[in-house]
């Protein structure tokens, strides 16, 4: 072992040049210089080794070699941890996807997955939502929905991309539900009720349609990406006289009243707050909706070098967290185990929510109104957010996202609520298995069923159904 022991410091200082002299081809050849925000720490970390490895020099040897033996049993320790930790997340996935019929995760980010389908449909379009045009000044129409008629594409939190074909005013809806004479349940909402990341029937409304498994009743949904409680309010305000609906479901998330926030500074939109009587008449104007939407798409998407170079590293990066022997060589699950247990707690407890309470109350108040005004009957429906179930985050709380608050306002305005955070997740055994792989997301297809049940389930006891 004494004899040993004489290699260790030149070892390790040959170990810290190579790295650092990695880092340099990394951060200067590879990257032209551009990535050296991103590689500085590593730097910092080359640094560091060669001054503990220059100082090893000068340690007693009995010293070193306690020193060695306790680092290589740590990583060899830490090694086996990761492997353990990656197998089984190897296996938990290929069963995720195997029970989606899927091979694997969708290896291209969504730009490169519009690209590609552009070659066989050249009318295929990206989600555009109606909260990319809370900003503009000036505007002559507030959209309040997608693109109409054109298969879309969403997200892939499950591994696939959702792609649905939009309705003719550009929601997520088979386009004959609009025909039918009774429509049985009509949603607003924000992502999650638009259906985020999963497709048709496996939605919200998808699993109440199938449900009712009756053709002549309908169930539409105006919900969409970025939607905030005023543009919800907006859409139902101009939809909703034109539907019959027999029933209103609200689906309020976690963060609507950050959204409603930043909709407040929007002159069109809070013309709908400040007068009953305003309309855009924008179900008879869906083509001059598309018209600013596809501009906004080719906005959003327009090739130019500096994207590509940006959608190329994003890619990249993706592939290295794909990449099973890369994660176990870097420690990456290890690493977000120690990071998000010990240093992301404040993180993910987000910012509070800003104090429009008021507002709120005020647009849940005339979404009630307009409802029973039209002969139909408003439910609330409180939908949670994943961190309210990571143990380690301790956010299931009544003052989460003011989640008593917000229960209480709804509950003196004698509207019927149905909380989907007490009467489905907290029942649950494993409310994580609701989430796409168990990570931060939307609901996947089988927390997206068991909503649409609860639903159904409460509104059977308030309306006393057999």
Known sequence: MKNISKFISPLLLAFSILLLV??????????????????LKYYIISGAIITISIASFFIQKNIKINITLFVVSTTFALYLIEGYLDVSQFLFEKQYFEKR???????????????DL????????V????????????????PLSGISNRRTLYCKENGYFMIYQSDRYGFNNPNEEWDKKEIE??????????????????????????ALNQNKKGVLSLGYSG?????????????????????????YYENDLTDLDSELKNSILLNYLNDKKFTQNIKSRQKEVDKKALNNLLQEYKITEERLEKEKLLHERSKEHRSYIKKIIKLYTVREMVINRFFRVGWLAPPPLPPREQEFEKIIKLANELTENNGGTFYFVYLPQIIRYLDFAKNNTKEFRKYGKIIRIV???????????????????????LFPLRKFGHYNEDGYSLVAQTILDKIKKYENIK
Not at 103 to 114: A, D, G, L, N, W
Not at 191 to 203: R, Y
């Open 185 to 210: 349940y009509l949603l607003v909402g924000d992502s999650f009720t638009h259906g985020a990341c999963v497709n048709q029937p496996d939605t919200i409304a998808g699993n109440i349609r199938s």
């Open 22 to 39: 990695y880092i340099f081809y990394r951060s200067e050849v590879y990257h032209s210089g551009t990535k050296l925000d991103y590689y």
């Open 118 to 125: 552009k070659k066989e449909d050249p009318n295929i379009v």
């Open 227 to 251: 939607n905030g409680p005023l543009i919800e309010y907006a859409a139902l305000r101009e939809y909703f006289p034109f539907t019959n609906a027999k029933r209103v479901l609200w689906m």
């Open 127 to 142: 989600k555009i939502s109606p909260s990319n045009f809370k900003y503009e000044t000036n505007q002559n129409i507030y």
């Open 101 to 115: 019929g899927i091979e694997k995760f969708e290896p291209r980010i969504r730009f490169e997955m519009y690209q």
């Open 411 to 433: 509950k003196n305005l004698n509207i019927p609520i149905i909380d989907i955070n007490s009467e489905l997740f907290e029942k649950h055994k494993d409310p994580l298995s």
